[in-house]
């Protein structure tokens, strides 16, 4: 193989033949390019899936881990953000389609286990479709891990009252810590809908009851939570526990094989 690159895509094509085996873990990152408000860039999903998904892969290397990540996926499943000028969104079932056909192409490689490290929310119902979908049709081991950035509950950061989902606390300070340069935290404002933050059965994961949402029924700027408060501090710890995770989490995907003493 050349060198010691964990890119999927730096291989030549004869290299990746003889390179991966049937115990190789493939990270495929996958962002989104939508509006985030005034106060962060179009890039952030993309961004932290990305950046995120590298050092995973790079920390889980060291652990002796057979891990290879691919290109990321950038444009995905942000229609909640269509109405947003900069959002560049494909459809479910085009998403679908795509991770169809890239988990066919995995299934063309010596690997058999197929990872999401997904930056984006509103991918995460139909990446679980896809779990299954691409564990019938290509036999592949599937998994999902998910940028677990925390909403803010007023003893660490400010109180989100379980909506700081999209360019909140977390999100803004973990782009912070990942590229200052694109912040533009004097923008930020609080965006918690405190209108419906008292119904206790209708609401996001976690509540009993989902709804139907566009990021525009909230607040004109279209964040949901309360990015004030953000900092880099917080992105860096933040990261490092991302990065722990995620090693913690493929340490796990190596030995996971459901029903099987293997
Ligand atoms: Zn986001």
Redesign the pocket.
């Known amino acids: 193989m050349s060198g010691s690159t964990r890119e999927l895509a730096e291989l030549s094509g004869p290299a990746l033949a003889t390179t991966l085996t049937a115990d190789s873990i493939i990270v495929l990152p996958v962002g989104?390019i939508?509006h985030?408000g005034a106060h962060l860039p179009l890039v952030?999903?993309l961004l932290?899936a990305d950046e995120m998904s590298s050092r995973v892969v790079d920390a889980a290397v060291e652990t002796g881990l057979d891990v290879w990540r691919m290109p990321p996926l950038a444009y995905t499943k942000s229609d909640e953000h269509h109405w947003a000028p900069g959002t560049a969104w494909i459809g479910a079932d085009t998403l679908l389609a795509t991770l169809r056909e890239i988990g066919a192409s995995i299934a063309n490689t010596p690997a058999k286990t197929l990872v999401f490290y997904n930056?984006?929310?509103g991918n995460v119902a139909l990446l679980q479709v896809a779990l299954r979908e691409l564990r019938r049709l290509h036999g592949l081991r599937t998994f999902l891990i998910n940028v677990a950035v925390p909403a803010g509950d007023g003893v660490d950061g400010p109180d989100e009252r379980g909506f700081g989902i999209?360019?909140g606390w977390g999100?803004t300070s973990l782009v912070m810590h990942l590229r200052p340069d694109l912040v533009s935290l004097e923008l930020a404002e609080r965006a918690v809908p405190d209108q419906i933050a008292d119904f206790t059965r209708i609401g996001f994961a976690g509540k009993p009851v989902q709804f139907g949402w566009l990021s525009d029924d909230f607040d004109s700027a279209g964040v949901v939570g309360d990015p004030t408060g953000s900092s880099a501090e917080v992105g860096e710890r933040l990261a490092a526990q991302l990065v722990a995770d995620g090693v913690a989490a493929l340490d796990e995907v190596s030995r996971f094989f459901p029903g099987a003493a293997r």
């Open positions: 989104s939508e985030h952030t999903d932290m930056g984006h929310g999209h360019g999100e």
